[in-house]
């Protein structure tokens, strides 16, 4: 190391001399196009021995690539004279004097690993991902783990499971498409056989069997809609329907759990002011309070009666609130 010191030592002040040198003989010159030959000569020399003494003491990944490192050093003090040499001179020498020690790196970069981050020898079993199926779905670069996350939608129930599905309707592969297709197609198709069984029922049944039947139209039809599987006009129609049927059934006989389901299907439509009627004849028939209060809350909402909302929220239980989607409702308004 000393000896590369000193052999740059040597080098720059070679350079330097030369270079002051040839300023000398420039000025001294009576004619002036053989000052400027001997003058060119002597400043070429001078950049190559400043630029080879500088490129010696730079740290190693400067140094490199070659020769466009040593190269860039000469082109700065052979195309601006004398300023040029001063320049890298006085830009080089203070930093390369004053280096600061490469401490101890603490960390280390590494590239993200793929989904499902676990380690190959698990891989054998995709239906057991972190994270949900949600994220597999959306996020898994492989199509048989999508695949196997949408065959583990079996397992689920409610709304969940439809919404994963329509998520994989958007996936480029096709099989996967096409699975999530036929199991929402199957999913729905079910429901209305139920539908299409019970109106066949309902042609031939008698007054006593009627508001059961209707009854359970109603529920077959609402879960059309809740389910996600009907939309546009089509849910409109399906709302629509449920509503009547529920109402037929309510004239049979009262039932405070069909009230509530009439509450939430006013809610869906729209209707505030109907939810709330069915909420009061629910909690009449005996449903808790605090079963009815977030759809309370909703129509409050949808009726633009803000004023309400926060302390119908605080009215809930604390484990209610801890459970989503309350939570993020109780943040936001309480």
Known sequence: MKVRLLSSGALILSAVVIEVGGWTHLG????????????????????????????????????????????????????????????????????????????NQAWRALSAPQLPFRPSAQQLSPLFNDGSLHDVVKLAPDPEQRLAALLATRRMVGKSAVSILKLALRDPIDDVRLLAYSMLDQQETQINERIEALLTRLTTADDSQKAALHAALARWYWELSYLGLAQGSVLQHVLMQARNHLETALESSPNPELELLGARIALEQGLPYDAKLFLRRAEQGGISTEKLTPFRAEAAFLSAEYAEVPGLLVSLSSDVLRRPPFTELARYWI
């Open 28 to 103: 001294l010159t009576p004619e002036l196009a053989d000052g400027l030959r001997y003058f060119l000569l002597l400043h070429s020399l001078a950049c190559v021995l400043l630029a080879t003494g500088l490129w010696q003491v730079l740290p190693a990944r400067y140094q490199r690539p070659l020769p466009w490192a040593p190269l860039l050093l000469f082109s700065l003090a052979f195309f601006i004279p004398g300023l040029g040499a001063l320049g890298i001179l006085l830009a080089l020498m203070p930093a390369l004097w004053r280096q600061r020690r490469r401490e």
